[in-house]
């Protein structure tokens, strides 16, 4: 699912030969998007329990790292895999966090914290869209449209762990089947838009939320003992696994530089 979207001109004059601050989106990202939402969840678990950081040692901590690969990433005049995987990563534990906080010392139900955070993401959005009138990711080149791209990608991680929680354990649909629903779900969104020619900003989203609670559930059922349905991996052995294929990923796009966005002067 390609991301593009028109705007008025004087949004989208920009220097020729400038790079975007994000990847193209290839099989690649949304690869290691999905493998990166596992890690979220299996490392969140894995760093609050084995660690002994508990809930609120392993957000302070993870927090710190995400704000630290975050001040790289803006840093960055272009794209760099390497930073921009990493920041994913970090910000796909805290979000994950985000949501265990609200659930285990606000208790508050995953139906409120699902809400909330569809509420946040969906006023990012409309903040977004009408500063910049645009949500493509072809137009983040400047630092303004890349905190909004930041915080909307935050609260696609907190819904989608508030979301995946929801299904396979409060309505008891298990990991397994959780994960075959929120797959079927991304299909019928790369559907709509081969087929009824959805806006492809629109479809990208949609399917960038939508596969969070799928590496989330995807990640539990591997970790998770047998039972509670899962396989029993353990989250340390599922953490090593998914952040082994994240990184052979990011080096062999680093090397070949096929996701790679150059942007154009936009037309006058």
Same mark, same amino acid.
């Given at each position: 699912?390609?991301?593009?979207?028109?705007?008025?001109?004087?949004?989208?004059?920009?220097?020729?030969?400038?790079?975007?601050?994000?990847?193209?989106?290839?099989?690649?990202?949304?690869?290691?998007?999905?493998?990166?939402?596992?890690?979220?969840?299996?490392?969140?678990?894995?760093?609050?329990?084995?660690?002994?950081?508990?809930?609120?040692?392993?957000?302070?901590?993870?927090?710190?790292?995400?704000?630290?690969?975050?001040?790289?990433?803006?840093?960055?005049?272009?794209?760099?895999?390497?930073?921009?995987?990493?920041?994913?990563?970090?910000?796909?534990?805290? $979000? =994950?966090?985000?949501? &265990?906080? #609200?659930?285990?010392? @606000?208790? %508050?139900?995953?139906?409120? *914290?699902?809400? /909330? +955070? !569809?509420?946040?993401?969906?006023?990012?959005?409309?903040?977004?869209?009408?500063?910049?009138?645009?949500?493509?990711?072809?137009?983040?080149?400047?630092?303004?449209?890349?905190?909004?791209?930041?915080?909307?990608?935050?609260?696609?991680?907190?819904? $989608? =762990?508030?979301?995946? &929680?929801? #299904?396979?354990?409060? @309505?008891? %649909?298990?990991?397994?089947? *959780?994960?075959? /629903? +929120? !797959?079927?779900?991304?299909?019928?969104?790369?559907?709509?838009?081969?087929?009824?020619?959805?806006?492809?900003?629109?479809?990208?989203?949609?399917?960038?939320?939508?596969?969070?609670?799928?590496?989330?559930?995807?990640?539990?059922?591997?970790?998770?003992?047998?039972?509670?349905?899962?396989?029993?991996?353990?989250?340390?052995?599922?953490?090593?696994?998914?952040?082994?294929? /994240?990184? !052979?990923?990011?080096?062999?796009?680093?090397?070949?530089?096929?996701?790679?966005?150059?942007?154009?002067?936009?037309?006058?």
């Amino acid at each position: 699912m390609a991301s593009s979207a028109s705007a008025p001109p004087e949004l989208t004059t920009r220097p020729p030969g400038l790079w975007s601050k994000v990847p193209e989106v290839t099989a690649f990202f949304w690869i290691i998007k999905v493998l990166a939402t596992t890690v979220g969840e299996t490392a969140a678990d894995y760093l609050n329990k084995a660690w002994n950081l508990g809930l609120n040692g392993t957000t302070l901590i993870m927090s710190a790292f995400l704000i630290a690969a975050l001040i790289l990433q803006f840093r960055a005049k272009r794209y760099v895999p390497g930073v921009y995987w990493v920041s994913i990563v970090f910000i796909s534990v805290v $979000g =994950t966090l985000v949501t &265990d906080n #609200m659930t285990d010392n @606000l208790h %508050l139900s995953l139906w409120s *914290s699902s809400a /909330i +955070f !569809a509420v946040a993401l969906a006023a990012t959005f409309t903040v977004w869209y009408r500063r910049e009138g645009t949500l493509s990711i072809h137009s983040i080149f400047t630092p303004r449209r890349e905190a909004y791209y930041w915080l909307t990608i935050l609260f696609t991680f907190a819904l $989608g =762990t508030a979301a995946g &929680d929801l #299904m396979a354990e409060k @309505l008891n %649909l298990g990991y397994l089947l *959780s994960a075959f /629903i +929120f !797959a079927g779900m991304i299909g019928l969104v790369a559907l709509s838009q081969k087929v009824l020619r959805q806006s492809p900003v629109l479809t990208f989203w949609m399917a960038y939320v939508l596969t969070r609670p799928l590496g989330a559930a995807f990640g539990d059922y591997l970790s998770q003992d047998k039972d509670f349905g899962g396989l029993g991996l353990g989250t340390t052995t599922t953490s090593l696994i998914f952040l082994a294929a /994240i990184l !052979a990923l990011t080096v062999y796009l680093t090397v070949s530089k096929k996701d790679q966005i150059r942007l154009e002067p936009a037309a006058s």
